[in-house]
């Protein structure tokens, strides 16, 4: 029986284990994704594979987190403890920081001069553009969200329940705000109002003072809200978010109540992308709708071949949806025509 | 199917157990604790039918049998056979229990592996896995520090700059005793079920030992309780042979002395002369010895 188990958990131990999503940022001229064994450049136009990192498989390396691109470089972190620069151009390694002691799941952000790498070994690593370390944020608990930095703040979201600014050339703490569940996605700031929007797996969108701290308003729903995994956007002067079971809000920014409410009809767990004058929403199960902000009516529907979970991108005149299923990435033009599906050859 | 009968339950019943303790570390033993108990009666079984069946092997009886029949396979096995059913021994008796336990315990493994949810998939995954009567917000995520170990990652004890693989080390050393003093006693030279139990007890410690080191430490966790709670356990039931492993122990008998059989299984049939034993075969049992009134030196020692 011992042997039989063993050989069952054994084949378990060849690497890192851990189910994730295609992780997908795009520019006007590729778009990037990071999935299982490589980071992919893929040419945003033919939709073909560009290059990808590293060149040969490795069991121990996964990449789950979206790359960063910024300057001419890919910043991305994997499951093998290590967070790396690659040229954007070719692929080729610029740097590797190696002393984080988990996994990087969540996007990183910089500003140029630094690079916020959340990991989750419970450690938030700023790092300076040579990959040398500035300074670490700890937490008790690891950290999925992409950080937002606005001037000379880092905002990062934490699974310890707390909403964290930090001096983004010291890592000294400015505030930290203790909200309602786990967040696990990166909050929206409104420069208009100074103000922060964050969802979390306690089933509340809370509005939070970007100065202070201070907590401005929290909806729940009711009580009816469900965990709420990505960031909220903000169009038509409507804070717009969807929750897990598929409601999507439109909340009035100043005192979170609600002017509209819309049910996508299926589990949504990634973002709404905003448009110009309509926004996207994607069903877990791969429904693709676009719906008018005027009057939130459907404009087109498509079936995306998989599962999707995280947010679609916009760059140039192309939507990116990155796919769990038989394809990793396709491509859609702003009136629903499907450009391209990308699949990774061997 | 599979999920919502085993891995569901169980993964709720570790979020609750770490709900109460706030503590996972803790959460997994206890828990590991409670699924020992819970499949105790089919360990106790197993142990009752394994200790049956040494002793039936071991008999004069069923070494007469085997000596007799030899150059007749056939025949053997119906005579075998005959005997199993006589003395009410099923040969499947002893792994059946056994292979009950496998869904639970690759049950247990899972649900460990999920709620160390590492990715939002994961724990979109773990959310909805969650019955509503537990509230998700207050549970996930799960904490996975406990003493030096971060639970979701293979552990280290870093002292001096080095990484020590503590709780592998406490792995293997756990398997291999267990392997050692749990094992029952062999039916003889050449017994194919004990040649299997040495392979096993060489590699089983480096198996479990390797999963140990490269896989999440919560689990090696779960190994080391698991084979803890294992070994007091046979030992409760008097069931180990500490001499295997500490010289300076009485060893065991090679057969129960208290038989879970009737003697006349045990015995050989009046009219049949009594086979010599072999040198390097196992002696017989008391029990059959002193009805035989073989000479007391020929008497296993106690």
């Known amino acids: 029986m011992l042997a039989l188990t063993a050989l069952v958990l054994g084949g378990c131990a060849m690497g890192p284990r851990a189910d994730g999503t295609p992780g997908v940022s795009a520019d006007e001229s590729a778009a990037y994704v990071s999935y299982q064994q490589f980071v992919y450049k893929i040419d945003a136009a033919a939709g073909t594979e560009v290059w990808r990192y590293p060149q040969s498989a490795s069991a121990q390396v996964i990449f789950y987190a979206p790359p960063t691109i910024a300057d001419g470089k890919v910043y991305v972190g994997d499951f093998a403890n290590r967070f790396q620069s690659l040229s954007s151009e070719n692929g080729i390694v610029d740097w590797i920081f190696s002393e984080a002691k988990g996994w990087f799941e969540a996007k990183a952000a910089t500003d140029g001069t630094y690079i916020i790498a959340p990991n989750l070994d419970r450690n938030v690593y700023c790092l300076n553009v040579d990959g040398s370390l500035a300074w670490t944020y700890s937490s008790e608990f690891g950290f999925m969200a992409e950080p937002v930095i606005i001037e000379d703040v880092v905002y990062i979201s934490s699974m310890d329940h707390h909403l964290v600014a930090l001096d983004i050339a010291t890592g000294d703490v400015l505030w930290k705000t203790k909200l309602n569940g786990a967040l696990v996605s990166a909050p929206y700031y409104d420069a208009e109002r100074g103000a922060l929007f964050v969802g979390s797996m306690g089933k509340v969108l809370t509005a939070v003072d970007s100065q202070s701290g201070e907590i401005l308003w929290a909806f729940n729903n009711n009580g009816e809200l469900s965990s709420v995994w990505a960031t909220p956007v903000m169009f038509d002067g409507n804070i717009v978010f969807t929750d897990e079971s598929g409601k999507i809000f439109g909340l009035n920014p100043d005192d979170g109540s609600v002017n509209w409410a819309l049910d996508a009809g299926g589990n949504v767990t990634a973002g709404i992308l905003p448009l110009e004058s309509s926004f996207v929403v994607v069903r877990e199960d791969g429904t693709l709708t676009v719906y008018n902000m005027s009057d939130r009516a459907p404009v087109w529907t498509r079936t995306v071949d998989g599962e999707v979970y995280s947010t679609p991108v916009l760059a140039g005149d192309k939507i990116f949806i990155g796919v769990k299923g038989n394809v990793l990435l396709q491509a859609y033009d702003l009136n629903g025509n499907l450009v391209w599906s990308f699949t990774p050859g061997k | 199917m599979w999920d919502t009968i085993i891995v569901q339950p169980f993964t709720n019943i570790l979020l609750g157990i770490t709900l109460g303790v706030k503590n996972f570390g803790i959460a997994i033993i206890l828990f590991t604790l409670l699924i020992k108990l819970v499949t105790y009666p089919l360990t106790a079984k197993q142990i009752k039918q394994t200790r049956a069946m040494t002793e039936l092997q071991n008999s004069p009886r069923y070494k007469k049998m085997m000596e007799k029949y030899k150059d007749n396979h056939e025949k053997l096995a119906e005579e075998r056979m005959k005997l199993y059913r006589e003395a009410k021994v099923n040969p499947a008796g002893s792994c059946l229990p056994s292979l009950i336990q496998i869904p639970i315990i690759l049950g247990l493994y899972q649900s460990i592996i999920k709620v160390m949810a590492a990715t939002p998939l994961e724990l979109i995954k773990l959310e909805r896995m969650i019955y509503p009567f537990l509230d998700s917000s207050k549970i996930l995520p799960v904490q996975n520090h406990f003493l030096w170990m971060d639970l979701g990652q293979p552990e280290r004890l870093v002292v001096g700059g080095i990484?020590?693989?503590?709780?592998?080390?406490?792995?293997?050393?756990?398997?291999?005793?267990?392997?050692?003093?749990?094992?029952?006693?062999?039916?003889?030279?050449?017994?194919?079920?004990?040649?299997?139990?040495?392979?096993?007890?060489?590699?089983?410690?480096?198996?479990?030992?390797?999963?140990?080191?490269?896989?999440?430490?919560?689990?090696?966790?779960?190994?080391?309780?698991?084979?803890?709670?294992?070994?007091?356990?046979?030992?409760?039931?008097?069931?180990?042979?500490?001499?295997?492993?500490?010289?300076?122990?009485?060893?065991?008998?090679?057969?129960?002395?208290?038989?879970?059989?009737?003697?006349?299984?045990?015995?050989?049939?009046?009219?049949?002369?009594?086979?010599?034993?072999?040198?390097?075969?196992?002696?017989?049992?008391?029990?059959?010895?002193?009805?035989?009134?073989?000479?007391?030196?020929?008497?296993?020692?106690?």
């Open chain 2, 163 to 302: 990484g020590i693989p503590v709780l592998t080390i406490l792995v293997v050393l756990t398997t291999w005793i267990q392997g050692k003093v749990v094992a029952p006693p062999s039916g003889g030279a050449g017994d194919q079920a004990a040649a299997m139990t040495k392979s096993m007890n060489l590699y089983m410690p480096l198996l479990m030992g390797w999963i140990s080191f490269t896989l999440a430490s919560g689990l090696a966790l779960y190994f080391l309780a698991s084979n803890v709670a294992t070994i007091i356990q046979y030992s409760v039931q008097g069931t180990t042979d500490w001499s295997k492993i500490l010289p300076f122990i009485k060893p065991k008998p090679a057969v129960v002395p208290a038989s879970t059989l009737p003697a006349s299984l045990l015995e050989i049939p009046d009219d049949e002369p009594i086979p010599e034993p072999k040198k390097s075969e196992p002696k017989p049992s008391a029990r059959a010895a002193v009805k035989q009134q073989r000479p007391p030196q020929k008497r296993k020692k106690k």
